[in-house]
């Protein structure tokens, strides 16, 4: 968390602050979350420069720059990005505080601190090995039924463990494959290359329906999650089993069970998504 969608919907919400503005100084109270360059270097080449546009790459917000430099971002567990207009006050917390020429500001603050932030040339950001091996993502042109079969028939993991790797997919969290899950009927410890034909095209639709889902309600707020305006998100209200342990499943009733698949808490309907024997 944050996940595909929560990460698109930031970068909805900040492109009309951001694009186009030149940045006058960067604030850095943690240099730790600065990976690349020094922190020093980060600060002295930021600026002066213009924001040219906003992207997102899975869970990556890159922000392209004059000159050829690119800023990314990685929000990975508890990292937030917010627009401040010059009027409001700073925040305290802030960890990295990028301050435009007009006197607005974007904040990056991070509870758990697990965040990072590069700063490349738009030819180097293979340095960066997590968004280098990044899969197709879901609702894309090369995120197809064919692709995703291929790769499974290659993987004897669990379906869980296997979704979860960016390497496949990039941008799927721990919320959106039970969630893809769930809605396919599929079990989480199902192995990855037992799918039928008919269960990988049902998971197919399945995954890229709950992205689009999620993005269209600007997220999933669990905890801390809000866009770079201060917007919670509502997909959490439309979730069928995540953080509903002990719930009713909304197709059949059952209680929702949790359990821990490859590390993670994961949720399940136990009489739509069958254990396999």
């Not at 004897?156 to 494959?177: E, F, H, S, T, W």
């Amino acid at each position: 968390m944050p996940e595909l969608p929560e990460v698109e919907t930031i970068c909805r919400s900040l492109r009309c602050h951001v694009e186009g503005k030149v940045i006058r100084d960067v604030e850095i109270h943690l240099p730790r979350l600065i990976k690349w360059p020094s922190p020093e270097d980060f600060r002295a080449i930021l600026v002066d420069r213009r924001i040219r546009v906003l992207q997102r790459r899975a869970k990556y917000m890159l922000f392209y720059l004059t000159d050829g430099w690119v800023l990314v971002i990685h929000l990975r567990m508890t990292g937030r990005l917010y627009f401040r207009s010059g009027d409001t006050p700073a925040d305290i917390a802030a960890k990295v505080v990028f301050h435009f020429n007009d006197g607005d500001a974007l904040e990056y603050s991070d509870a758990r601190t697990l965040g990072t932030l590069y700063l490349l040339r738009h030819n180097e950001l293979e340095r960066i090995y997590g968004l280098a091996t990044l899969g197709p993502e879901p609702l894309s042109e090369q995120f197809t039924v064919g692709y995703l079969k291929d790769e499974l028939a290659k993987r004897k993991g669990k379906l869980k463990m296997v979704l979860l790797d960016q390497r496949l997919i990039g941008g799927l969290g721990n919320i959106y494959v039970d969630e893809s899950l769930a809605r396919a009927g599929l079990h989480p410890e199902r192995k990855a290359n037992a799918l039928s034909d008919e269960e990988i095209a049902r998971l197919h639709a399945s995954i890229n329906a709950v992205i689009e889902k999620g993005i269209g309600s600007g997220g999933t707020t669990l905890r801390d999650y809000r866009d770079g305006e201060g917007n919670m998100g509502s997909f959490q209200e439309e979730l069928c089993v995540y953080g509903r342990e002990g719930e009713a499943c909304p197709v059949c009733g059952s209680a929702i069970v949790k359990t821990t698949v490859a590390g993670r808490g994961t949720h399940y309907c136990p009489h739509c998504q069958r254990k396999p024997s």
